[in-house]
């Protein structure tokens, strides 16, 4: 099996678990994980506020500054900027909302495109994202589309971030999982929505490990390989 067909991408909106689920799926089947959230969230911090409202051609150039790379598989993959790994810094609801605005702008998506394909050519990768079934990888063989209400996922979110030591309101959390939402799915370059060919899966009435296995089985039914124990 090549690279090219060892792709399997997992698309969902903002709080629905994709990069639990990336980096477990990951894990099982010996991949490498992309987080491509992670890229545009970095390239918004890097960039800074005011990021999306910046003339074109200095967008582009300043895009073009930043480069980045993946070393390890499964939990223990690591993706870097200009050689420095990607940490918490990113995990922030006010980088999500600017990667968000950044995100509907081509020319921040064009470069960031060319870096995620250049890795599906080099790594059997699990990608995860907005578009990795629709646009960046529309030839891989096992494709997902997770969806879950804007409340569960509002409640994830406050449940990932007291995880972390982190305090956040529910309703300011929904709020702005609702604008984020708005911004991905309403951008008209590769707008959040499922591939034609992806398994959709709503999430709301499952937990982690239900939906990991639901996964590896369809992964395993459709010929991909036997997960890990
Ligand atoms: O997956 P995430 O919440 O870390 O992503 C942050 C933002 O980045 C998201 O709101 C929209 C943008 N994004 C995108 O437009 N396309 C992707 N493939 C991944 C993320």
Redesign the pocket.
């Given at each position: 099996m090549t690279a090219e067909q060892l792709i399997v991408t997992l698309d969902g909106p903002?709080g629905v678990g994709?990069t639990t689920l990336a980096r477990q799926v990951a894990q099982r089947l010996g991949l490498a994980w992309l987080d491509?959230?992670?890229m545009?969230?970095s390239l918004a911090l890097r960039l800074g506020p005011g990021a999306d409202t910046l003339p074109e051609n200095i967008l582009r150039a300043s895009c073009a500054q930043w480069q980045f790379s993946l070393s390890g598989v499964g939990a223990d993959t690591v993706l870097s900027c200009n050689g420095t790994p990607i940490g918490n810094e990113i995990r922030t609801e006010g980088v999500?909302l600017l990667?968000?605005r950044i995100?509907t702008l081509p020319v921040v998506r064009q470069c960031l495109l060319q870096a995620q394909q250049e890795m599906g050519r080099r790594f059997p990768l699990v990608a995860e994202?907005?578009?990795?079934g629709t646009v960046v990888f529309p030839t891989a063989r096992f494709k997902f589309f997770l969806d879950a209400s804007p409340e569960v996922r509002a409640r994830r979110r406050l449940h990932d971030l007291a995880s972390r030591g982190e305090q956040a309101d529910l309703q300011t959390l929904a709020e702005q999982i609702r604008q984020?939402d708005e911004l991905?799915r309403n951008r008209p370059v590769?707008p959040l929505r499922p591939a034609p060919d992806a398994l959709l899966l709503d999430t709301s009435e499952l937990d982690i490990p239900g939906v990991l296995q639901r996964l590896l089985e369809h992964i395993r039914a459709k010929g991909g390989p036997m997960p890990l124990p």
């Amino acid at each position: 099996m090549t690279a090219e067909q060892l792709i399997v991408t997992l698309d969902g909106p903002a709080g629905v678990g994709k990069t639990t689920l990336a980096r477990q799926v990951a894990q099982r089947l010996g991949l490498a994980w992309l987080d491509t959230g992670a890229m545009f969230r970095s390239l918004a911090l890097r960039l800074g506020p005011g990021a999306d409202t910046l003339p074109e051609n200095i967008l582009r150039a300043s895009c073009a500054q930043w480069q980045f790379s993946l070393s390890g598989v499964g939990a223990d993959t690591v993706l870097s900027c200009n050689g420095t790994p990607i940490g918490n810094e990113i995990r922030t609801e006010g980088v999500a909302l600017l990667a968000s605005r950044i995100a509907t702008l081509p020319v921040v998506r064009q470069c960031l495109l060319q870096a995620q394909q250049e890795m599906g050519r080099r790594f059997p990768l699990v990608a995860e994202g907005r578009d990795m079934g629709t646009v960046v990888f529309p030839t891989a063989r096992f494709k997902f589309f997770l969806d879950a209400s804007p409340e569960v996922r509002a409640r994830r979110r406050l449940h990932d971030l007291a995880s972390r030591g982190e305090q956040a309101d529910l309703q300011t959390l929904a709020e702005q999982i609702r604008q984020r939402d708005e911004l991905d799915r309403n951008r008209p370059v590769a707008p959040l929505r499922p591939a034609p060919d992806a398994l959709l899966l709503d999430t709301s009435e499952l937990d982690i490990p239900g939906v990991l296995q639901r996964l590896l089985e369809h992964i395993r039914a459709k010929g991909g390989p036997m997960p890990l124990p």
